[in-house]
């Protein structure tokens, strides 16, 4: 049974770097797109970044474009994201996801609060 699990998340001032942490298991990772999403509350789920795996080809939302970073290592089955110059507009609960066989799973979730 494939399995996400998040961390890296917290409370930081605006301007601030955190890095997150999405390590999957029970999966072949290294065929698997990785994306993260957030939700904002009051808000609908929206995808931040993805990863593709066959060539890392990645694509990122228009409001963390420049600031974010999406990555991953597949020898140890974790994906990332970097995000930089964080601002309080980017709070959130962060999730990762993974397609895998056709199927879409969830982890499930690590909150981020930026202060201003």
């Known amino acids: 049974q494939v399995q996400l699990v998040e961390s890296g998340g917290g409370l930081v001032q605006a301007g601030a770097s955190l890095r997150l942490s999405c390590a999957a298991s029970?999966?072949?990772?290294?065929?698997?797109?990785m994306y993260w999403f957030r939700q904002a509350p009051g808000k609908e789920r929206e995808l931040v970044a993805r990863?593709?795996?066959?060539?890392?080809?990645?694509v990122y939302a228009d409001s963390v474009k420049g600031r974010f970073t999406i990555s991953r290592d597949n020898a140890k089955n974790t994906a990332y994201l970097q995000m930089n110059s964080l601002k309080p507009e980017d709070t959130a609960v962060y999730y990762c996801?993974?397609?895998?066989?056709?199927?879409?799973?969830w982890g499930q979730g690590t909150q981020v609060t930026v202060s201003s």
């Open positions: 990863i593709r795996y066959f060539d890392s080809t990645t």
């Open positions: 996801a993974a397609d895998i066989s056709q199927r879409r799973y």
């Open positions: 029970g999966g072949t990772f290294s065929s698997a797109t």
